[in-house]
């Protein structure tokens, strides 16, 4: 394998993994909207553990699990890069790429005694993270296929499975949406999903 090779895929994939994460963090601002949760420290206090430091305060805070969330999300799309040059194809490559990723954040978050081992969350919890990971793996798989093939767009065989993630993602939120909550958020996010369904 040339070096060149191995430095392109590397670097499409860090691209691929800076819009799989802006895709993450979108959906889950809406779950987070629709649930009337907090931001969570965790990304911060992960990176306290490893480096030893302490944010001064919340504010401080914040922007530091910001910062590990859109790198760490973004570094990731190495690991695509690599699994193209390794030869593994779609959705082969995505599902082995979400797999990982997904495998990676229940692993590590419990060894770091940040949250309980993934056998004591609510079966709720489980299956939102799955399909935020799920959503994550599909945006990079689709932005690296299509800096991979950008004079023809994404191979056909990309769309299938894509479509169905977006379908999972969609029947979940709307069932969160069925919840009591505030009007006017149920209201944009119904709009949101109506006009995702006439685009596709």
């Known amino acids: 394998m040339k070096l060149g090779t191995l ?16 895709a993450i963090t979108l959906s889950q601002a809406v779950e987070k909207r629709l649930r009337h949760r907090e931001d969570s420290p965790t990304p911060a206090r992960a990176f306290q553990k490893l480096v030893g430091m302490q944010p001064v305060d919340l504010e401080a805070e914040s922007r530091v699990s910001n910062l590990v969330h859109w790198g760490y999300g973004t570094g990731w799309g190495a690991f695509r890069g690599a699994l193209a040059t390794l030869g593994v194809p779609e959705p082969a490559a995505s599902v082995l790429f979400g797999s990982a990723v ?26 939102i993270e799955v399909l935020h990971h799920a959503w994550y793996a599909a945006v990079v798989g689709l932005t690296y296929e299509w800096l991979s ?32 909550m505030i009007s ?5 996010v ?4 109506d006009r995702l369904e006439a685009t596709l």
Not at 102 to 127: C, N, R, S, Y
């Open 149 to 180: 093939h950008e004079q023809e767009g994404p191979p056909a065989s990309s769309w299938p499975w894509i479509l169905a993630l977006v379908a999972a993602w969609q029947a979940r939120t709307r069932a969160m949406v069925r919840r009591p």
């Open 7 to 22: 430095a392109c895929a590397v670097g499409k994939g860090l691209v691929a993994g800076l819009a799989g994460t802006a």
């Open 102 to 127: 997904q495998g990676a954040a229940f692993a590590m978050v419990p060894a770091m005694k940040l949250a309980p081992p993934v056998t004591e969350w609510p079966a709720e919890d489980i299956a």
């Open 184 to 188: 006017h958020a149920r209201h944009d």
């Open 190 to 193: 119904v709009r949101m999903l």
